[in-house]
């Protein structure tokens, strides 16, 4: 079930539940006004009585066998003021559980969207690297010397290389930093360790290059890292 399903019920049932809980109060309020306007009609008729009485009839004993309406409605709000509590409560925690439940969708949403391509990805790299080692073949040739149909073919496999590179980024699925960036043993893979320009610690070299897609390292890329100045 999707928290889109899941949504309109959870507010239904919330509106129900404060829908009880103010119908209890206000009941609570009608009795609670009853019961005392019924305790000084109990009085002023106590009152009256004693008023009325003839003292020969009054042997001292003024025990009254009526209820205690008083007590009797204290009770019954103490009873109610535990019954809204206990549904508080319960509000409460049914809102708790809706946001977590919220939150966890929206997590998995989340993290269906980024990683949800990892696999795809991961097979398309491995016609990135065809081209990349296409292009290292060339590497260091002067192109001017290259007739005009070869030429033709290596701006082509730049090109596709590039226009690969920038689909990749589109979706997530980015290069991890290459020459010249800080080993970093999370995105890196070493391979060797040889002198360089570059500082001692920094990557010299890529064998093959690194890819991330959102946070998580889809490959790391293989290094050599650089021992400092020969």
């Not at 928290?3 to 809980?21: H, Q, R, V």
Request: charged residues 35%; negative net charge.
């Amino acid at each position: 079930m999707t928290m889109a399903d899941n949504t309109p019920s959870d507010k239904d049932e919330w509106d129900d539940l404060m829908g009880e809980i103010e119908s209890e109060k206000s009941a609570s309020k009608r009795r609670a006004a009853v019961n005392a306007a019924a305790d000084d009609i109990l009085k002023a008729d106590k009152k009256s009585n004693k008023e009325n009485a003839d003292p020969e009839d009054n042997d001292g004993d003024d025990t009254d066998a009526e209820p205690d309406l008083g007590a009797m409605a204290a009770a019954r709000i103490e009873e109610l003021e535990l019954e809204l509590a206990t549904l508080k409560d319960k509000a409460l925690r049914a809102m708790a559980d809706a946001e977590n439940v919220k939150r966890r969708a929206e997590k998995e949403v989340t993290a269906a969207r980024i990683f949800g391509i990892e696999r795809f990805a991961n097979d398309v790299l491995a016609t990135h690297d065809n081209l990349s080692r296409a292009l290292l073949t060339l590497e260091g040739t002067d192109k001017s010397t290259l007739g005009e149909n070869a030429k033709n073919l290596v701006e082509g496999i730049e090109l596709t290389e590039k226009d690969l590179m920038a689909v990749l980024a589109r979706h997530g699925v980015t290069a991890v930093p290459g020459v010249g960036s800080k080993f970093d043993p999370n995105v890196h893979q070493a391979v060797a360790n040889i002198p360089s320009p570059e500082d001692k610690g920094n990557v010299a070299t890529v064998m093959q290059t690194g890819f991330k897609i959102g946070d998580r390292t889809l490959r790391a890329a293989m290094v050599a890292v650089s021992t400092g100045k020969a």
